[in-house]
């Protein structure tokens, strides 16, 4: 059974400094990796997703996830972080011949000023 | 356009009592999920639909847990005999098309409460 992994459940960070969200996976089938984004008193919100071609994948406010098959991850970045940025980020993948998707544990960022 | 809706948002209810969540997914959406997400958690997949027909109730915990769909547009996840592990938030989502690449939508959730 496919299975994912946030080893970070709190991330604090400075206004404008960097932020890496971590997410591995455990199938080596062929997969389809999201990353949903909650904010306080919301519910969850597409944040950005991979289906196939550049392993690289952006969203409109600035974050990049990259897909890497050989390490089962798909990281999730930002240069330069905002307070509108707190919220709290899942992990989410799908085997290409099912429909479920299968989540991580959450990971909550936490912006300070 | 309007988003995928539930109701209620929240639900109070003691123990044995049989409880009725309902999900209003984005108008022309071909599937709809049903998810619970315990408190820490990541949601866990329970069913879907494509339709009205039920295709996937692999993740359903037990036979207490039914979910239906019967015009192919609203679904009701019905608990019979609630018991304080079924306390959750319930979401539910809608994809546009049967396709494993689509996007799933979600709603807001129904937070479920059993004393």
């Known amino acids: 059974a496919q299975s994912v992994t946030q080893l970070d459940s709190q991330v604090p960070v400075f206004e404008e400094a960097p932020v890496e969200l971590r997410c591995n996976y455990s199938?080596?089938?062929?997969?389809?990796l999201f990353w949903y984004v909650q904010y306080p008193n919301q519910g969850l919100q597409l944040l950005l997703k991979?289906?196939?071609?550049?392993?690289l994948v952006e969203s409109i406010n600035g974050f990049e996830a990259e897909f890497n098959k050989s390490q089962t991850s798909f990281h999730l970045r930002k240069p330069s972080v905002h307070i509108s940025d707190t919220a709290e980020y899942f992990c989410?993948?799908?085997?290409?011949?099912?429909?479920?998707?299968?989540f991580g544990s959450g990971t909550r960022l936490q912006v300070q000023p | 356009g309007a988003g995928v809706s539930q109701s209620p948002r929240y639900k109070v209810t003691k123990r044995g009592q049989d409880v009725a969540l309902r999900c209003d997914p984005i108008?022309?959406?071909?599937?709809l999920y049903w998810y619970r997400q315990a408190l820490g958690q990541g949601p866990e997949f329970l069913t879907y639909?494509?339709?009205?027909?039920?295709?996937?109730k692999s993740g359903l915990p037990n036979d207490r847990f039914s979910a239906e769909r019967p015009e192919g547009s609203i679904s009701t996840l019905t608990i019979q005999r609630t018991e304080q592990r079924d306390s959750a938030m319930y979401r539910c989502?809608?994809?546009?098309?049967?396709?494993?690449?689509?996007?799933?939508?979600f709603g807001p959730g129904t937070r479920l409460t059993v004393l």
């Open positions: 989502a809608s994809s546009l098309l049967a396709q494993a690449s689509d996007t799933q939508y």
């Open positions: 108008s022309g959406h071909v599937s």
């Open positions: 639909f494509n339709y009205e027909a039920q295709q996937d």
């Open positions: 991979y289906l196939s071609g550049s392993t």
């Open positions: 199938s080596s089938v062929s997969v389809y």
């Open positions: 989410a993948v799908r085997d290409t011949g099912r429909r479920a998707l299968t």
